[in-house]
């Protein structure tokens, strides 16, 4: 079974920039979640969507965040602009039944100059 | 405020030298407490979940168990391939059927041959 594909891996950019960043989740799995983890921290939830819906964007940083997740299936996550502090690695995962049983991706590295 | 609470930040063992890893937590009707391992440059792999006090499950040297405040993951006779960053992590209750989880800032365990 194919895990939790994200791209890319690696990201540098400069202050004030944009970025974008690709999720495929588990197929079937109904429910995406991006995470931000910064150095030494555990995952904070940024957002999570259930279908095409988001269930929950409470931690989304509105003003420069934003994420959508077309048909159900890919999403992608987006920073415009970028600031230092987003520097972080984000994480994709998915899960078919209840937020626990999550299966995550690599994670794309973050740093902003 | 929901939290959760990892100690120690860092653990070196040596190979063999069995030793506990705690997560505490403060939320309101714990719906579910997650264990993960995370590898670096990997996103986090499921190890277990524990849903009620007294619960207990295993895998191999990890033994996971759950008391009404805190949970424990004992690593008995631990191997260099155990060494990793050690996330808890706990379901809070929603309106829903989902319900986001909230990280700890993890355990790094390393294990010297």
């Known amino acids: 079974e194919a895990g939790v594909a994200q791209s890319p891996r690696y990201k540098i950019i400069e202050k004030r920039q944009s970025v974008a960043f690709w999720c495929n989740p588990i197929?079937?799995?109904?429910?995406l979640y991006w995470y931000q983890q910064i150095l030494g921290q555990g995952p904070k939830l940024l957002i999570q969507?259930?279908?095409?819906?988001?269930?929950?964007d409470s931690q989304l940083p509105k003003d420069r965040f934003s994420a959508e997740r077309l048909k159900g299936v890919d999403s992608t996550l987006k920073i415009q602009p970028a600031k230092l502090e987003d520097s972080a690695v984000y994480l994709c995962?998915?899960?078919?039944?209840?937020?626990?049983?999550?299966?995550f991706g690599p994670g794309t590295r973050l740093t902003v100059l | 405020e929901d939290q959760v609470t990892q100690s120690p930040e860092a653990l070196r063992l040596q190979e063999g030298e069995s030793s506990s890893l705690n997560c505490s937590y403060t939320v309101s009707g714990l719906r579910g407490l997650f264990w993960y391992r995370q590898d670096p440059g990997k996103g986090p792999e499921f190890l277990f979940t524990l849903y009620s006090a007294g619960e207990e499950k295993e895998k191999e040297r990890l033994k996971a168990t759950l008391t009404k405040k805190e949970s424990f993951l004992h690593i008995t006779a631990p191997k260099p391939e155990d060494s990793a960053t050690y996330l808890c992590a706990v379901q809070a209750p929603s309106d829903g059927n989902t319900g986001k989880l909230i990280f700890g800032q993890g355990t790094t365990l390393q294990v010297k041959p």
């Open positions: 197929s079937g799995h109904a429910t």
């Open positions: 995962a998915s899960s078919l039944v209840g937020p626990g049983w999550q299966f």
């Open positions: 969507f259930q279908n095409n819906g988001v269930v929950d």
